[in-house]
């Protein structure tokens, strides 16, 4: 994986096709899926980074909707408005947590392949 595009509110991250292509010739549901999680992942990780806070993040809830298939390069987009990353870590310093919620894309072409939604955690880092 690599990140393709990287911006205050945006994170493109790619997977080639080729180690991730089942039987079928198209990418693996396990990939797909993959590749979003990290993306959202990563999306926070930015959001932590770009306020100087750190945490731990996991994922704690998820949902996945598979549309269309993917037969190319894996192309995953999670955008976040500003005003809601502002919102999700408004009472971090106070609570030492923030929920994080975030939407991740694939799209084959000129369609919409796949949407991700999903509910980060951040943990204030607690030094250990």
């Known amino acids: 994986m690599r990140v393709a595009s990287c911006a205050s509110t945006e994170l493109v991250v790619c997977a080639p096709f080729a180690p991730n292509r089942n039987v ?30 750190g945490g731990a993040i996991v994922v704690a809830d998820s949902r996945i909707r598979y549309r269309k298939a993917v037969t190319g390069e894996i192309s995953c987009r999670c955008s ?26 694939i799209d084959a072409g000129d369609k919409r392949a796949v949407t991700f939604e999903g509910e980060y955690v951040v943990r204030a880092d607690l030094g250990h």
């Open 80 to 105: 976040a408005e500003s005003s809601t990353l502002d919102a999700a870590f408004a009472n971090f310093a106070e609570t030492g947590r923030a929920k994080v919620p975030l939407v991740c894309t």
């Open 24 to 53: 079928h010739g198209t990418a693996f549901a396990g990939s797909l899926f993959s590749v979003c999680v990290l993306t959202g992942w990563g999306m926070t990780w930015l959001a932590l980074q770009q306020r100087n806070l």
